[in-house]
């Protein structure tokens, strides 16, 4: 294709401010943990390590990102059973309001995240009577992590098709066996995207967390919320805020490896 | 045993499909749903001033409220423009980054030019917006000491920066359906036009936009729907400014259901957005 050499350099240089609008923030972060100066100075003056050995020790965070893996696990491990299962009914039978599920799956991650925590938080003390702590958050992280484990599910089992179970049946192997041996091993590195995508998701989700945590429970996302605005945290929270920086690349990693399909945050 | 239940469950397809559903339909109707519906009865109800607590008969009062009160109008309309502004600036800086991405880049470079812009979406929300925090913080803010030279200054904290950041939060998802657009589209159009004569922008006009355009629309659906409901950004880098978000999340506490009223405006905006661009076909053509 022709594209005259004066379009390409000013698409290039474009593409440039709109990376360099992406990573400057993310690289401040970055060397905003090695500032020396207690209070926000920008550009810094001295750099040190300090911050980080403190973060580590910091108790505060410890206990935070304790609270946010086990949740985010234990939501993760939901959404793939309640996920899969809904992507094998709505790829494998005809059933009246197949069109409705996919509809309702995708609803709690669509409407704002205010709505579905105020909604939840009604539900679960003023309804229910319930008590807001660990098991609310995981209930709630799950259903909108629900539709991010359909989404890669489904896709893989449409693209498989069932000529291959049907193959394995014929040759004498049970239900059970033919979804250990066969669609499992198939669907695998569709789940295991899934599951990242939907943990990634519960690990930094604030606002519905906000609504269903209540006091005793402080996710990482809401630690760093409530220490925002406090002066003498800020360098504890300028490195916690580096540290998930540098991991982001992980999973970008991970998913680029594993499928094609599943890039985009499940959310297409 | 398990060979027989197998075998049992292999011939009844009904009661598969039946056991596969159970469980994650009653989830999220029981769970998600009747959540839902319970908060959207509370609209209509009111609170006793004296004690606080919810006064469960059924009335508009608060729809009237909402509807009489000059405030609550401005504020629907500066998240509105808010939102469009928000899509607006992804479109302009999506639109040549997603060209040079899949028109101009070799394969290679392509693959990770994909990559950088994905990696960001992993990044915590929290922490961009934060990032932006430090950026333009007024007088010491990373902007002033980099654009100072030039002349130009930090915006501050308000709606400008409100837009910037939520621009900044949902561009990913603004370049990853063009991409996909434009790598569907094509090169020979693109020659074919220039053949005829047509400028680069004329091209971009008459050409290229109307066959993205279906992309822009399902990266607006992310851009502008998830600006709507927003409140965490506004209340971080917004200064005083106050989105719909932030009035739901402020009544929650003390009037929960005048903060349920308010949540219906971002809900049905949304809805009838969803309803326009069905119309409108876009969807089907992705």
Redesign the interface.
């Known amino acids: 294709?022709?594209?005259?050499r004066n379009?390409?350099l000013?698409?290039?240089s474009?593409?440039g401010v709109?990376?360099a609008?992406?990573?400057?923030?993310?690289a401040?972060?970055i060397i905003?943990s090695f500032n020396a100066s207690k209070t926000?100075?920008?550009?810094p003056s001295h750099f040190t390590t300090m911050w980080w050995s403190k973060a580590i020790e910091n108790t505060g965070v410890r206990e935070a990102l304790k609270w946010s893996i086990f949740a985010g696990l234990s939501a993760t491990a939901i959404a793939l059973?309640?996920?899969t299962?809904?992507a094998?009914?709505v790829s494998r039978?005809q059933?009246f309001g197949r069109e409705v599920?996919s509809l309702?799956?995708v609803?709690?991650i669509?409407?704002?995240?205010?709505?579905?925590g105020?909604?939840?938080?009604?539900?679960?003390t003023?309804?229910l009577g319930m008590s807001t702590g660990l098991l609310t958050v995981v209930?709630g992280h799950?259903?909108f992590c629900?539709v991010i484990v359909y989404n890669n599910a489904i896709a893989r089992l449409r693209r498989m098709g069932t000529s291959l179970q049907e193959a394995s049946?014929d040759l004498g192997a049970?239900?059970?066996?033919t979804f250990r041996l066969i669609t499992l091993p198939n669907l695998a590195s569709a789940l295991f995207a899934g599951g990242l995508l939907a943990f990634?998701l519960s690990f930094?989700e604030?606002?519905v967390t906000t609504?269903t945590a209540g006091p005793g429970i402080q996710t990482l996302?809401i630690w760093?919320?409530n220490n925002?605005f406090r002066p003498n945290q800020a360098p504890i929270?300028n490195v916690v805020?580096a540290t998930?920086?540098v991991l982001?690349?992980i999973?970008?990693y991970l998913s680029?490896r594993l499928s094609q399909d599943t890039?985009?945050?499940g959310?297409? | 045993m398990l060979n027989s239940l197998s075998n049992y469950f292999h011939k009844k397809q009904r009661l598969r499909l039946v056991a596969l559903l159970t469980t994650p339909v009653l989830w999220l109707v029981v769970a998600y749903l009747g959540a839902l519906a319970m908060l959207l009865v509370t609209a209509f109800f009111t609170i006793d001033n004296f004690t606080g607590n919810v006064i469960q008969e059924f009335n508009l009062g608060n729809f009237q409220d909402m509807l009489t009160d000059a405030a609550y109008k401005n504020v629907v309309l500066r998240t509105l423009g808010i939102a469009i502004s928000v899509t607006f600036l992804c479109s302009v800086l999506a639109i040549p980054m997603a060209f040079y991405m899949a028109k101009i880049a070799r394969p290679h470079s392509q693959k990770i030019l994909v990559a950088l812009v994905l990696t960001p979406l992993w990044a915590s929300y929290l922490v961009k917006i934060y990032a932006w925090r430090t950026m333009l913080e007024p007088g010491s803010g990373v902007l002033d000491w980099l654009l100072a030279p030039i002349g130009i200054h930090s915006p501050g904290f308000g709606g400008p920066a409100i837009i910037i950041g939520l621009s900044y939060l949902w561009l990913p998802y603004m370049i990853l359906p063009i991409y996909a657009g434009l790598e569907r589209l094509p090169n020979n159009l693109l020659d074919a036009s220039g053949d005829l004569g047509a400028h680069n922008f004329y091209t971009f006009r008459k050409v290229i936009l109307p066959l993205i355009f279906p992309s822009l629309v399902a990266g607006s659906m992310f851009t502008f729907s998830l600006s709507l409901g927003d409140y965490i950004t506004a209340q971080i880098i917004g200064g005083k400014l106050q989105m719909l978000g932030n009035v739901v999340y402020q009544n929650f506490s003390i009037n929960l259901p005048f903060a349920a009223t308010i949540a219906m405006i971002p809900v049905s905006i949304m809805a009838l957005y969803l309803y326009l661009v069905r119309r409108t076909g876009a969807l089907a053509s992705m």
């Not at chain 1, 926000?40 to 550009?43: R, T, V």
């Not at chain 1, 669509?110 to 579905?116: A, D, E, I, K, Q």
């Not at chain 1, 105020?118 to 679960?124: D, S, T, V």
């Not at chain 1, 049970?174 to 066996?177: D, Y």
């Open positions: 294709m022709t594209i005259s379009a390409r000013l698409l290039g474009l593409l709109g990376l609008f992406i990573y400057v923030p993310l401040v972060v905003n926000f100075s920008w550009p059973v309640l996920g299962c809904l094998f009914a039978y059933f599920i309702l799956v609803l709690p669509s409407l704002p995240g205010v709505v579905t105020i909604a939840l938080n009604n539900a679960f003023k309804q209930i799950a259903t629900i049946m049970n239900g059970i066996t990634g930094d604030i606002v609504f996302p760093i919320y925002l929270v805020a998930l920086v982001s690349i999973p970008i680029q890039t985009t945050g959310r297409f």
